[in-house]
């Protein structure tokens, strides 16, 4: 079982913020848990060099498989993945405003969207799964992934704005900040910075603040098991106990409490490994 995040080659490091690799190999495909997966602050170009995973959501019928590449566009409300027995997936987690640069797809046409990402990038990115699948070594299949970014920047849809810097700072803010500051470093009235960052970025600006620092709360939670949600709660900036659980509600559709129980049960507890990323 492997659970590492790689650092992006520089030339990436405007586009992509990290990548994730996971891999699970179970013995028995019939007892492998779903995996509830929490709202991130992230668009992600996912790749599937062995088994895929099946997506679905509790508020719609069907459901998405067998994919091997596939662009996730910002949720705010939890996917449930069922991974392969034996499962290795490469999240290109993406800088805020990447992937409407890359695509020149409006992002708010892809919040709570899992979408096959070859149809997207075509016969190019057809050949680059092909050629991960009969790959060995992870470092590689990084290797493959980021030469076929950088190919593509050369040809990206759409312009860099500084809006894109200013989104990149609220991932790693360590105190609130309010939608008129953010619109000032960026230059442009407020009007114009909520429409903008809606087209880049998928929700309101200050509702994604919202997603960012409820991830900050779960990921908190999970690296440190024992800490009290009270303490968590005013740590991530929350007023108290209760405006945490009333976005774990909105996010989640459970209580925090009744929420990492049910995490407990996913894929990776079964090899000692929290979600901490």
Not at 168 to 175: H, P, Y
Request: glycine residues 4%; aromatic residues 12%.
């Amino acid at each position: 079982m492997v659970f590492h995040t790689y650092a992006p080659n520089p030339v990436l490091a405007n586009y992509v913020r990290a990548h994730r690799l996971i891999h699970f190999n179970f013995s028995d495909a019939s007892s492998i848990p779903t995996k509830p997966y929490p709202p991130r602050p992230e668009h992600t170009l996912s790749f599937y060099p062995r088994d895929s995973e099946t997506v679905y959501y509790q508020d719609r019928n069907g459901s998405v498989s067998n994919l091997r590449s596939a662009i996730v566009g910002q949720h705010n409300q939890v996917s449930f993945r069922q991974v392969g027995r034996h499962f290795l997936v490469i999240q290109v987690v993406l800088q805020p405003g990447a992937l409407f640069r890359l695509t020149g797809i409006s992002a708010n046409e892809l919040t709570n969207k899992f979408i096959d990402a070859e149809a997207v990038f075509s016969k190019d990115l057809h050949a680059l799964n092909s050629r991960l699948s009969g790959t060995e070594q992870h470092e590689k299949m990084i290797h493959m992934i980021e030469d076929f970014l950088i190919q593509k920047i050369k040809a990206q849809r759409k312009e860099f704005h500084i809006i894109d810097e200013v989104n990149k700072a609220i991932l790693i803010q360590s105190a609130p900040t309010s939608v008129d500051s953010l619109a000032s470093a960026a230059c442009l009235s407020v009007k114009q910075f909520e429409r903008k960052f809606m087209e880049r970025v998928g929700f309101s600006p200050k509702y994604f603040l919202r997603i960012v620092r409820f991830e900050k709360a779960y990921r908190t939670k999970n690296i440190f098991p024992f800490k009290d949600w009270l303490t968590i709660a005013l740590e991530c900036g929350y007023h108290d106990y209760q405006h945490l659980v009333k976005d774990y509600i909105e996010f989640t559709g459970q209580t925090p409490v009744a929420f990492h129980l049910m995490d407990m049960q996913a894929p990776e507890r079964a090899f000692g490994v929290s979600d901490t990323f």
